[in-house]
């Protein structure tokens, strides 16, 4: 079953401009990563943020973390035609034969030229 | 390094046949992971490895699929017979250690059609 859910579903934006998804969950989480997903290069990991950290960078993307609303939001400063992509939310919880990454439902981002 | 490798990239079949996935991970990953993904959706963990044991296979679906990771490296899953509802892109990832907090690579996955 899906833990996250992704907000917007769908985001259309122009070259240049800032896109910004978020991500809802209902369980206490160890960590929280977010993945792309296109059709060339599968599934890659963007960035991971554990449960005691509340903001993180790398590049041009920005993830924030309120575990007090058990939400998370992926910023993409200055995005490009290559950002072109679905945006998946991760929770990870440990928890010996339990430990697993549970996906939410993605946000497909489209980025025009 | 190299990626984690999954073989064939397509599959099509007529329902009723088996088929089998196999996976390469990264050398050095004592953690394995199988999942399926269906059309619109976000992965779903199916079992996860650590090195030859199967720790958690809790959502998959034991009458038709198993899965086996001889030796702690490769991996196959099977399904058998393979259903209509299986279509779907199986995943296979895997990560260095079991706890902490590290990122999974990973492979393009195996693009499954059932007919």
């Known amino acids: 079953s899906q833990q996250g859910e992704e907000d917007p579903q769908a985001l259309s934006i122009q070259e240049g401009e800032n896109a910004t998804m978020n991500c809802s969950y209902k369980t206490s989480i160890n960590n929280l990563q977010w993945y792309r997903q296109n059709s060339g290069r599968g599934l890659v990991h963007l960035i991971l943020?554990?449960?005691?950290?509340r903001e993180k960078h790398s590049g041009r993307l920005r993830v924030t973390l309120d575990t007090s609303k058990k939400s998370s939001s992926l910023l993409i400063t200055a995005s490009r035609a290559a950002d072109t992509a679905s945006y998946f939310c991760a929770t990870e919880v440990f928890g010996g034969a339990t430990n697993k990454l549970i996906f939410g439902t993605g946000t497909l981002l489209a980025v025009q030229p | 390094e190299a990626g984690v490798v999954q073989s064939p990239r397509y599959k099509i079949i007529e329902k009723k046949q088996p088929v089998a996935f196999w996976c390469n991970p990264i050398?050095?990953?004592?953690?394995l992971y199988w999942y399926r993904q269906n059309l619109g959706q976000g992965p779903e963990l199916l079992i996860r490895?650590?090195?030859?044991?199967?720790?958690?296979d809790s959502q998959l679906p034991k009458d038709r699929f198993s899965a086996e990771r001889l030796k702690g490296v490769d991996s196959t899953l099977k399904i058998q017979p393979a259903e209509l509802g299986d279509s779907a892109v199986y995943l296979c990832?895997?990560?260095?250690?079991?706890?902490?907090?590290?990122?999974?690579?990973f492979g393009p996955g195996t693009r499954l059609t059932v007919t």
């Open positions: 990832a895997s990560k260095r250690l079991a706890g902490g907090s590290y990122e999974q690579y």
């Open positions: 050398s050095g990953h004592n953690t």
């Open positions: 943020i554990r449960s005691n950290e």
């Open positions: 490895y650590e090195n030859e044991e199967a720790v958690d």
